[in-house]
Every structure is written in C-alpha cells, then in structure tokens.
C-alpha cells in the first residue's frame, strides 16, 4: 500500500515536555509538509522539506523543530517553547511533477 | 497568512441536490485546488484546475476558475450523504520569477452536510 503514515493517532503530553510526532511516506515524494489544523479552522504550514537534508520555515514555525534526514521521513517536535501545543497535525507531501498533497491521516496532540 | 476564502462557512443541503461552494483568493496562482477532509481525518485531493484553465470536471464534480476575478467554484452535483465532509480550496501561489515555491495556501472550509 503506498501511502503517508502518522503515528500516533492520539498523543497526550504533560505542559513542559518536547514531543515527536512521527511522518512516513513510501510515495517517492521529494517535498513533505506538516501543518497545524485547529476547531474550524484552515491549515497553517509550519514547516516544509523539497529535499533530504534541506527544510524552510512555514508560517508558524516558532516552537517547532523538524528534520529530514530520509526521503521517507519528516518527523515534527513540538518543543515546550510552543505556546499553544493543543491541535490537530497533519503531514503531506507531494512530487516536483505535481504539487498536489498526498495527506496523512493526522495525530491529535492534546498537552495538559 | 490566508489567501483562500471559502463561501460560505457552512452549507446544509438534502440528498440529490447539489452543492456550491465559492473560493476567492489575493494574489496571481499557477493552479487552484480543491479538498475535501471528513471529520478528523486528512485532507484527500479532489481535483485540480491550472491559471489557463477556466472549468474541469471529475465524476460529479465541476470547478470553474475565473483568474480575472480571482475566484473559484466547486459544484457537486446530485448530493449523497457521503459527500458530507469539509471542503478546502488551496491556491500554489506565483513568485516574482513566474514559478513555484511549491508551498500551498489553504483556506478555512467550507462545511457541507448532506442530509438523507
């Protein structure tokens, strides 16, 4: 099966601690996304990756750190320094052929 | 920053009618896209309509695409309850140089229910 894979589903977490949100895509996609989604709202990109080795800041990247070391992989963390850490993330990505966005089906991140 | 704006926030409507939503955007694209999310899952990839392209149509689904007035449509036609999901318009933004940066802007969805 070819897809995006996000894991977990649901993560919770304590105020204070750092926590990775796991994204893994066997599409042979070059670029990968993570955005954040809250209630009834659109999505926000926080970071994005064109190629391995290489990622840009989107536009809510304070508070967060990625890395792509793997075609395969963009793992997200969600630092402490992140105000407001409560969302939904989704992971995508895409080929340079086509900028369509294959999603993820997304991890639920509640922080108490 | 938001570039698409869905019209209108919700939409109701009974089974076998059909369905408009409306997007309009701010700045030059090279393509707008439609996606549909059903409730806490990810977004899947409905169709996509190119800036020299003014309507394309996949299955029951027809979007228009009006650069000069920088807006979109998508049209469902004859209604199923499955269709009730949350409908994003993304637009991939031209540079300065013409291109890509391959960056994505999503607006806030339009929600349809579809009612048996």
């Known amino acids: 099966d070819g897809g995006i894979t996000q894991s977990p589903k649901y993560l919770f977490r304590k105020e204070g601690q750092n926590v990775t949100l796991s994204c893994e895509q066997n599409?042979?996609?070059?670029?990968m996304y993570w955005y954040r989604q809250d209630p009834g709202q659109g999505l926000r990109l926080i970071y994005y990756?064109?190629?391995?080795?290489?990622?840009q800041k989107g536009d809510i990247a304070e508070g967060y750190s990625v890395s792509r070391e793997k075609k395969e992989s963009f793992p997200l963390t969600v630092t402490s320094a992140q105000k407001n850490p409560t969302a939904f993330y989704l992971c995508?990505?895409?080929?340079?052929?086509?900028?369509?966005?294959?999603f993820g089906p997304g991890t639920r991140l509640t922080v108490t | 920053s938001q570039q698409g704006e869905e019209d209108p926030q919700a939409l109701s409507i009974q089974e076998g009618e059909n369905a408009t939503m409306n997007c309009s955007y701010k700045?030059?694209?090279?393509?707008l896209q439609w996606y549909r999310q059903n409730s806490g899952r990810g977004l899947v990839h409905l169709i996509l309509?190119?800036?020299?392209?003014r309507e394309k149509h996949s299955g029951r689904l027809r979007v228009t695409l009006d650069t000069s007035k920088k807006s979109s449509s998508l049209l469902i036609t004859a209604s199923r309850a499955a269709d009730t999901a949350s409908y994003f318009c993304?637009?991939?933004?031209?540079?300065?140089?013409?291109?890509?940066?391959?960056?994505?802007?999503f607006g806030k969805g339009t929600l349809l229910t579809v009612n048996p």
């Open positions: 700045t030059s694209i090279n393509n």
């Open positions: 990756s064109q190629i391995v080795n290489d990622f």
């Open positions: 309509i190119r800036s020299n392209e």
């Open positions: 993304a637009t991939d933004p031209r540079t300065n140089s013409g291109g890509s940066n391959y960056k994505l802007t």
């Open positions: 995508a990505s895409s080929s340079w052929q086509s900028n369509e966005q294959y």
């Open positions: 599409l042979n996609h070059d670029a």
